[in-house]
């Protein structure tokens, strides 16, 4: 069983630049894994923010932007704002299936 | 610009079989570039994909691992809209339902559009 593995939970002050990571348990991710980050709010269904490691949606804003960072994929949000406080997910292909992270609960104080 | 609308009970009962519908407006069930997946999220097993149907010169379907033997994801063609069903349900089927779209273009895929979610309650 494949494991998709992110931090549990992260805190930043806003303003200030976080990097979330997403892990596989059958190595190092790649770009071939077409790595894609979703934020979800409380009561609201996941938005896309980044697909395939770092292109952004149309509505995605530039604070966000999606790496390749020491075999994982990452997630870097800089200049965090109040309203970046979310669940965020990450999302990679196993060529026939999809897999979810866990998630990471980012608080913005 | 693509919008899915979910649609179906939200409460079924143990051993029976939940079906869920998604309507597609502004691409086409059939597209050569777009895939049809169904994803679903509870307290205990937080995002879960559950599979997804797409049109690559004919039908594909791929399941996850987890729900395989229960599971079945069709297009109806007609309606412009897909189908989730999922047999032999248990309480540990109790989630929030989502349909979504993944779109492959360029050598990019891109996950851009989610139904609103349907709470599907497993009891008797």
């Known amino acids: 069983q494949t494991v998709v593995t992110q931090e549990p939970s992260l805190t930043v002050s806003p303003g200030g630049t976080v990097t979330l990571t997403c892990a596989s348990s059958t190595g190092a991710v790649t770009s071939g894994y077409y790595p894609n980050w979703f934020q979800q709010k409380p009561g609201q269904a996941p938005r896309a923010l980044i697909y395939s490691t770092s292109n952004k949606q149309s509505w995605t804003p530039a604070r966000f932007s999606g790496s390749l960072l020491g075999g994982k994929a990452a997630l870097t949000l800089s200049g965090v704002q109040p309203e970046d406080e979310a669940e965020y997910y990450c999302l990679l292909y196993y060529g026939g299936a999809w897999v979810f992270g866990g998630g990471t609960k980012l608080t913005v104080l | 610009q693509v919008q899915l609308q979910q649609s179906g009970p939200g409460l079924v009962k143990p051993s029976q079989t939940l079906s869920l519908t998604c309507a597609i407006s502004?691409?086409?069930?059939?597209?050569?570039?777009?895939?049809w997946n169904w994803i679903r999220q509870s307290p205990s097993r937080g995002l879960e994909w559950l599979g997804r149907?797409?049109?690559?010169?004919?039908?594909?379907?791929e399941y996850a691992v987890s729900v395989n033997s229960r599971i079945t994801i069709n297009p109806d063609t007609s309606k412009n809209q897909f189908f989730l069903q999922l047999n032999s349900v248990t309480p540990e089927d109790t989630a929030v339902y989502y349909c979504?779209?993944?779109?492959?273009?360029?050598?990019?895929?891109?996950?851009?559009?989610w139904g609103q979610g349907t709470l599907v309650t497993v009891s008797s």
């Open positions: 502004g691409d086409s069930v059939s597209s050569n570039n777009a895939a």
């Open positions: 149907t797409f049109y690559r010169s004919k039908w594909y379907n």
């Open positions: 979504a779209r993944d779109y492959y273009d360029s050598g990019d895929y891109k996950f851009d559009c």
